[in-house]
């Protein structure tokens, strides 16, 4: 069953009713100032770090579902109504949300009224812009109030739930013509301010949230300001400050009168705050709000906009026989790594934005599926990142994306997380042809006294994995690797500890068979830099290295049908046919895989054999099986969840494309886009009142065999499963992959899938390649030509300054 649909021209998902199984979210915003909304217009506003600078108010888990947003009323007569559904949910004669790429439209009908909204972020300018449209589709004239409705957060969004004490006496507010200016802690500390305005005289304001509400039973369902079609004109002062300007529209039958509301985030210099004492200094204010006055500014301000993102999106484009890889490729999949690029795992309806920041691992993989869009952004990126490296090649596990300072409550050891930044340092170079970010000089720590060049970071990200060995020479695990929750040092036995960060978590014995696997993939790429920068002797030695570690996991994390998991804080197995659960998991043997270890050999057929028939399902690939079904004290978080969700026997999205890309490298087209489909949310969408979260994105985790609600989905939006399938489907199976020389055009595809053509812009060239299957074989590249002109291989070579390439590819 379906909730809308997808209007691929437009580049919208298109929702036909308010009621969602689950809010369906979008962003907003492309650098500094950030909107979620649903699809009932809830959501917040945050600028540049959604715990530090939160704009807007909101609660989480709270119910309701999806409390507070940026709302408008309508008062028309007795009826109130918003155009959003929420929160008067009064029933639409027509209801529609278009959630695009980076703006939201809603459309709302009630009695002859229609109201349509558009939200966006501008480029370039630290607000949203709400242009709100109300026309009279009716024959007789009509007398209505608009209301509009923000309540502002007190800045820290992390003190919100925890300091009020402090908090409900220190709001403040300043109102002058229609502008609402949010100055709490302004007098103080803060040099910024957040402001609310309209480009129409108001008939009346309310900043006081009691005022605006009334108390005892009313909330924003029914709030008494609208119910009496007559705002307060409050001044707030502690408690709860809010926005809401009040508008009387007269419109004759058929009219339509426009409104622009612009919330924003100003700055003004520590010196030159204000304009007398108490009153803020409102020139930056002035500035913003006068670029957005009229429909026309915001129109041409909407038309920069769609340019930008029609300009991005045509970095890698496809088109084939099949509709829903063309839609995915073209513009879902590539504008949710744009997202999950901008908010790592910070800010979304299942993460608080107040808790984990930036993620090492996680922003290094996001990279991944974003680094061709903007290489720019992703060297500053990389840079930010790698300066939260420490001396030894570990690294803080999270940071905050204002102060780009590590988190030290939870600190480092984490022993994958060194790879991931060869894998994004990596992944730029081979984008980007740009040397220079190797040279580049980057702190240790953010302690610029201990700056290095970057290639120096990558060789002790490398040497960490080489010196923190147990005792089947496989690397260290430390808190964890890539599953957070394979705890195998920490042995937790009270509630409150964290299973990640509690007691020795840093054991010298756990070993991880997957870094291993990662070691070798990552290694290689390493060298490859190694050699590229003249560094022939560091190359050979990563190599050897690599091949040691292949021989490594070929027995000692070997199982005889599979990958091994990893070696517990006893030495034993974990993810082997000796456990009594959790016998076989799904990490080790996709990434394994694709590096490329026992290809040779067979063991990469059988391992992926065994995934297919151990852990494959209807709805992905199960993370592991059996499913713990009691607590294993030496295992950690993983045997905590119940059977089936999240890390204990769920479906992790996230390493669905590890396999998948596995599939491709041993040949499997058939199988590796199977295993494409089964997450993709173009196919997805059929089933939503099972998957629940939206139809146009990935989430994290959907319910696995065991659980109750096999094939619902969670935590959509902010999943390392966007960047991976990206890398999949284009690098993969369309297998359009850069290298250092040039792309690479090595197919892997499924049967039936016929010819297709890609465009795709690397460095300053234009690649336009024509993929012919006169056979219909799943991989293999018989011929390829540039310009007309047989070439041998499949790398077109790069040319500098050159734009424009013609490819024709022969599968064969
Ligand atoms: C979450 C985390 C990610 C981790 C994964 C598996 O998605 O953000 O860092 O790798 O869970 O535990
Ligand atoms: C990852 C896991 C989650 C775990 C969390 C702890 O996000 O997916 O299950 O609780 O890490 O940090």
New binding site residues.
């Given amino acids: 069953m379906k909730f809308g649909y997808f209007d691929d021209d437009r580049r919208e998902y298109v929702i036909t009713t308010p009621e969602t199984p689950l809010p369906w979210i979008n962003y907003l915003g492309c650098s500094d100032f950030f909107s979620l909304i649903s699809n009932t217009m809830g959501g917040y506003s945050f600028y540049k770090d959604a715990k530090l600078l939160r704009i807007t108010r909101y609660r989480y888990n709270d119910v309701p579902l999806d409390i507070n947003g940026k709302y408008f009323y309508v008062k028309d007569g007795d009826t109130i109504w918003n155009p959003g559904f929420k929160p008067t949910q009064t029933p639409l004669d027509e209801y529609e949300c278009r959630h695009g790429i980076g703006y939201s439209r809603f459309t709302g009908k009630k009695n002859d009224v229609k109201a349509s909204v558009l939200s966006f972020v501008p480029l370039g300018d630290s607000c949203e812009i709400q242009r709100v449209t109300l026309t009279n589709e009716g024959s007789a004239a009509k007398d209505i109030q608009l209301f509009s409705y923000v309540e502002w957060c007190l800045w820290n969004a992390d003190e919100d739930p925890r300091n009020f004490q402090r908090n409900l006496s220190t709001g403040e507010i300043e109102v002058k013509g229609s502008t609402i200016y949010h100055k709490t802690e302004y007098r103080e500390r803060r040099n910024h301010f957040a402001i609310y305005s309209v480009n129409t005289e108001v008939d009346g304001f309310d900043t006081s949230r009691d005022e605006f509400m009334g108390s005892y039973n009313r909330g924003g369902a029914n709030p008494l300001a609208v119910e009496e079609g007559k705002a307060r004109n409050s001044m707030a002062s502690g408690w709860y400050p809010i926005a809401s300007h009040q508008i009387n529209v007269s419109l004759a039958a058929g009219e339509s009168k426009t409104f622009v509301f612009v919330l924003g985030y100003c700055e003004n210099p520590d010196d030159d705050k204000w304009e007398s004492y108490g009153v803020i200094n409102k020139k930056p204010a002035d500035a913003l709000l006068a670029k957005y006055q009229t429909t026309e500014d915001v129109d041409k301000a909407f038309d920069a906009l769609c340019t930008y993102w029609d300009e991005l999106l045509t970095k890698y484009t496809v088109q084939s026989s099949n509709d829903k890889v063309n839609r995915m490729v073209n513009i879902w999949n590539q504008y949710q790594c744009m997202v999950t690029f901008n908010m790592s795992r910070s800010a979304s309806y299942y993460e608080s934005g107040i808790g984990r920041g930036m993620g090492f691992r996680d922003s290094c993989q996001d990279l991944l599926g974003f680094v061709h869009l903007i290489p720019e952004r992703a060297r500053q990126r990389i840079i930010d990142i790698a300066s939260t490296q420490f001396e030894d090649g570990s690294a803080y596990h999270q940071y905050q994306p204002l102060t780009k300072k590590g988190n030290s409550d939870i600190g480092s050891g984490f022993n994958d997380d060194p790879l991931w930044l060869i894998a994004g340092t990596s992944a730029y170079v081979r984008e980007s042809g740009d040397t220079t970010i190797l040279d580049e000089m980057v702190p240790f720590d953010n302690d610029e006294s201990k700056a290095t060049p970057l290639m120096n970071h990558l060789k002790r990200s490398f040497d960490y994995i080489v010196t923190h060995r147990g005792p089947h020479n496989l690397p260290l695990i430390g808190r964890a690797d890539w599953n ?2 394979l705890n195998l040092n920490c042995h937790s036995l009270h509630p409150g500890e964290s299973f ?1 960060t509690f007691g020795p978590s840093e054991g010298p014995v756990a070993e991880s068979v997957f870094i291993g696997g990662m070691f070798v993939k990552y290694g290689l790429e390493y060298a490859d830099l190694c050699e590229l920068m003249g560094d022939q002797a560091e190359a050979d030695r990563a190599k050897k290295e690599v091949e040691e570690m292949k021989k490594i996991l070929l027995t000692a994390g070997w199982d005889g049908d599979w990958f091994v998991r990893a070696y517990d804080s006893s030495s034993n197995k974990v993810g082997s046919k000796e456990c009594e659960e959790g016998q076989i998991y799904i990490e080790p043997q996709g990434f394994c895989v694709l590096a490329g270890v026992g290809v040779e050999t067979g063991e990469a057929i059988k391992a992926l054999d065994s995934v297919k028939e151990k852990l494959d399902t209807d709805y992905g690939i199960m993370i592991l099986q059996p499913a713990y079904t009691r607590y294993h004290e030496e295992l950690g ?1 993983v045997s905590s969840y119940p059977p089936g969700y ?2 204990n026997a769920g479906i992790f999205c996230h390493n669905n494309p590890w396999v998948s890309i596995a599939e491709t490298v041993v040949g499997r087209g058939d199988r590796a886009f199977e295993i494409y489909k089964k997450t993709c949310p173009a196919y997805v969408e059929e089933f939503s009142e099972i998957h629940r979260t939206e139809p146009y994105v990935y989430s ?1 985790m959907v319910a696995g065999r065991d659980a109750k609600f096999h094939g619902e989905g969670k935590n959509s939006w902010l999943t390392g499963t966007a960047a991976w399938t990206f890398v999949n489907i284009s690098q993969y199976i369309l297998g359009v992959y850069p290298t250092h020389k040039g792309l690479q055009i090595d197919p892997c595809v499924p049967d039936g899938f016929g010819d297709f053509t890609i465009t795709r812009k690397f460095r300053e060239g234009t690649y336009n390649i024509t993929v012919k299957n006169p056979n219909g074989v799943q991989k293999g590249v018989a011929r390829m030509t540039v310009d007309g002109q047989e070439v041998e291989g499949c790398i077109v070579p790069y040319e500098k300054g050159k734009e424009t390439y013609e490819v024709e590819i022969t599968m064969g």
Avoid: G, I, S, V
Wanted: net charge negative; hydrophobic share 0%; aromatic share 0%.
């Fill in positions: 957070d929750c990640q978080e999240k890390e994290q």
